[in-house]
């Protein structure tokens, strides 16, 4: 079974509550998410138009930095379930431990799959994977590596879901030197809006236009569309939440700390931390109603993403205390 944060219903099987009672942060979701603009009536009524989702795409562009081929998509996840089928299956190998959906996908589409530890033990693979920033322990690959590995393997998938505070690690603007990198980006984390089912793969036009075909003619809601465009040209937004993230994941880690969690390591929106007993840290918050994400091939690791407001906040270090 493909374990994954945001499973609130198992948490409140094991441990009760209601929806509202729950801190959930296992997922690396912002919790303060971007202001869902006035919605037009076009956008719940009518069938999304090439236009609106050029205009979604020019917006992407600007964000990400990127001249090459954008496709818009129901959340990264689609890109990942996608990009498999596009040839034939051979073998895969993925830079690990990372998100466990990449190699579930390949293996489903027939691939052949072995994770690998380090960047050079990818080399030689007809695709390879690697999440950067990566998920759970925020590893970095620089830009560099990733474009003379992009020569060294078939097709190089680079799935940058946590990647909008980090935009010097970014792929996005050197896709046209690579006619064989896909680059995988999620909007539903960093501005909060999971729900709305929105994300981009990036790639070369050749690229583009087979996964527009796999996609079909509306691959994403006029929901996605109005406010993924207005969220993305909002950079003084985009600009302050990094500011405010930043400062947040030092006070998290102060918190952990201060109960004897060693920190790993993360991202923006999520810490990793090593604990004596994972279970039973997990545990002792699910006792206060937030939930944490631990894995099932680690017995010390948790994950947690970063509550949003003050009381969350100190409902986190009461829990901990």
């Given at each position: 079974?493909?374990?994954?944060?945001?499973?609130?219903?198992?948490?409140?099987?094991?441990?009760?509550?209601?929806?509202?009672?729950?801190?959930?942060?296992?997922?690396?979701?912002?919790?303060?998410?971007?202001?869902?603009?006035?919605?037009?009536?076009?956008?719940?009524?009518?069938?999304?138009?090439?236009?609106?989702?050029?205009?979604?795409?020019?917006?992407?562009?600007?964000?990400?930095?990127?001249?090459?081929?954008?496709?818009?998509?129901?959340?990264?996840?689609?890109?990942?379930?996608?990009?498999?089928?596009?040839?034939?299956?051979?073998?895969?190998?993925?830079?690990?431990?990372?998100?466990?959906?990449?190699?579930?996908?390949?293996?489903?589409?027939?691939?052949?799959?072995?994770?690998?530890?380090?960047?050079?033990?990818?080399?030689?693979?007809?695709?390879?994977?690697?999440?950067?920033?990566?998920?759970?322990?925020?590893?970095?690959?620089?830009?560099?590596?990733?474009?003379?590995?992009?020569?060294?393997v078939g097709q190089l998938v680079v799935d940058e879901s946590f990647g909008d505070a980090r935009p010097d690690l970014s792929v996005a603007p050197d896709i046209e030197e690579a006619e064989n990198l896909f680059v995988l980006r999620s909007f539903g984390k960093?501005?909060?809006?999971?729900?709305?089912?929105?994300?981009?793969?990036?790639?070369?036009?050749?690229?583009?236009?087979?996964?527009?075909?796999?996609?079909?003619?509306?691959?994403?809601?006029?929901?996605?569309?109005?406010?993924?465009?207005?969220?993305?040209?909002?950079?003084?937004?985009?600009?302050?939440?990094?500011?405010?993230?930043?400062?947040?994941?030092?006070?998290?880690?102060?918190?952990?700390?201060?109960?004897?969690?060693?920190?790993?390591?993360?991202?923006?929106?999520?810490?990793?931390?090593?604990?004596?007993?994972?279970?039973?840290?997990?545990?002792?918050?699910?006792?206060?109603?937030?939930?944490?994400?631990?894995?099932?091939?680690?017995?010390?690791?948790?994950?947690?993403?970063?509550?949003?407001?003050?009381?969350?906040?100190?409902?986190?270090?009461?829990?901990?205390?």
């Open positions: 079974m493909r374990d994954h944060g945001g499973n609130i219903d198992g948490a409140k099987a094991l441990f009760g509550g209601a929806d509202a009672d729950w801190i959930d942060l296992s997922t690396g979701i912002n919790r303060v998410p971007y202001n869902i603009p006035q919605l037009s009536d076009t956008a719940w009524q009518s069938l999304p138009t090439r236009a609106a989702i050029g205009r979604l795409t020019a917006a992407a562009a600007h964000a990400y930095r990127c001249t090459a081929g954008i496709l818009p998509v129901a959340g990264a996840q689609a890109a990942i379930q996608m990009i498999p089928r596009l040839g034939r299956p051979g073998q895969a190998r993925v830079l690990a431990p990372t998100y466990n959906e990449h190699a579930a996908c390949l293996r489903a589409a027939g691939w052949r799959v072995e994770d690998v530890s380090q960047v050079q033990d990818l080399i030689g693979a007809d695709l390879a994977v690697v999440v950067n920033p990566n998920n759970p322990d925020g590893r970095e690959t620089t830009p560099t590596a990733l474009m003379e590995l992009s020569r060294k960093f501005y909060g809006l999971a729900g709305l089912r929105l994300g981009f793969v990036l790639s070369c036009m050749k690229n583009i236009n087979q996964l527009t075909e796999m996609s079909g003619p509306w691959p994403v809601s006029g929901l996605a569309i109005e406010v993924g465009e207005k969220a993305l040209l909002d950079s003084d937004w985009a600009t302050k939440t990094i500011d405010r993230l930043r400062g947040e994941i030092t006070h998290m880690d102060a918190i952990a700390s201060a109960t004897d969690w060693e920190v790993l390591g993360g991202t923006e929106l999520f810490r990793l931390y090593r604990t004596p007993d994972a279970t039973c840290a997990q545990e002792r918050l699910a006792k206060s109603q937030i939930w944490s994400r631990i894995f099932p091939w680690s017995p010390h690791l948790i994950r947690l993403g970063l509550p949003g407001t003050m009381h969350e906040w100190t409902r986190l270090q009461e829990a901990l205390r």
